[in-house]
């Protein structure tokens, strides 16, 4: 007689995770399944390919040149971009130094001084920094300011900007010397951010009123994960800009100044809209 089969040996080798639908809402890696005590091999393999990715993104050169191009195209500067070097001389010094990567070398300190000979003072300097994924700053710099420079054209204020500038092994802080060195009233620094298994790309902007050599962070105010599936272009342009406004307006950055861009505007009762950018 035919043995009748079991439940063992009916059971599906690959068990579904019931959360799984969550997945469609989150790039966390929830909901994987299982084979046996194992995760499935295909769940296994992304994320070693999302390993990879994050490591490429670390020591992938920037292309200075094909990205200087780019910008010089769609934001219609009619120079190209200021091209300069941190002290790190190269990756692995990058990564061992960190100090290294916070300053400018002699050669990029003397080339910023000669632009700035004229002792014209900027509203802004935007910075483009490698940082720790090209990758990011290679894939979104571009729309980024596209985005920003149509929403400076917008805006009721004038805007003055120091021309811009790319830093090859730089860390956030290299934009304090930049923005010092071009007589900056404050600067933006964009820079590729630490890259995460599902965010190899992220770009991350920080800002900072009055930047001189040796701030601290707490004078910087930042804005994360801009990248098309992060915070769209648009939407960090518009935060950048009210916190822009605010700093100049008061004259500090940090943690004096709030980021409060997705409260609703609230008004007192003489009618007066209080200020949402700034802490009480």
């Keep these: 007689m035919p043995k009748q089969p079991t439940q063992e040996t009916t059971a599906p080798i690959v068990i579904e995770n019931p959360w799984e639908r969550l997945r469609a809402f989150t790039d966390a890696r929830i909901g994987l399944g299982r084979a046996g005590v194992s995760l499935p091999t295909k769940q296994l393999l992304a994320f070693q390919l999302a390993h990879a990715q994050a490591q490429d993104a670390v020591h992938c050169p920037l292309e200075c040149e094909v990205l200087a191009d780019e910008l010089t195209q769609a934001l219609g500067l009619s120079t190209a971009p200021l091209a300069v070097h941190s002290r790190a001389e190269d990756r692995a010094m990058y990564l061992q130094r960190p100090d290294y ?10 080339a910023l001084q000669q632009a700035a000979e004229s002792g014209q003072r900027f509203d802004l300097a935007v910075v483009i920094v490698d940082g720790l994924s090209a990758l990011a700053v290679q894939q979104n710099s571009a729309p980024f300011l596209t985005a920003l420079y149509d929403a400076f054209g917008r805006d009721k204020n004038e805007w003055q900007l120091a021309p811009l500038t790319l830093v090859e092994q730089g860390r956030v802080a290299i934009g304090d010397e930049v923005g010092a060195l071009l007589n900056a009233d404050a600067v933006l620094v964009m820079v590729g951010e630490r890259p995460g298994l ?9 800002m900072t009123w009055a930047p001189e050599v040796g701030l601290k962070d707490d004078r910087r105010n930042c804005i994360s994960n801009v990248r098309p ?3 769209a272009y648009e939407e960090a ?3 950048l800009l ?5 700093a100049r307006e008061r004259k500090l950055s940090g943690v004096k100044l709030k980021d409060r861009s997705e409260d609703s505007v609230l008004e007192g009762s003489s009618g007066s809209t209080r200020n949402f950018l700034v802490a009480d």
């Excluded at 990567?101 to 050669?107: F, H, K, P, T, V």
């Excluded at 599902?198 to 920080?206: A, V």
């Design 101 to 110: 990567g916070r300053r400018l070398n002699e050669a990029s300190r003397e």
């Design 198 to 206: 599902s965010s190899p790309d992220s770009l991350g902007l920080y």
């Design 229 to 231: 599936a992060g915070l």
């Design 237 to 239: 342009a518009r935060r």
């Design 242 to 246: 009210l916190l822009l406004t605010e």
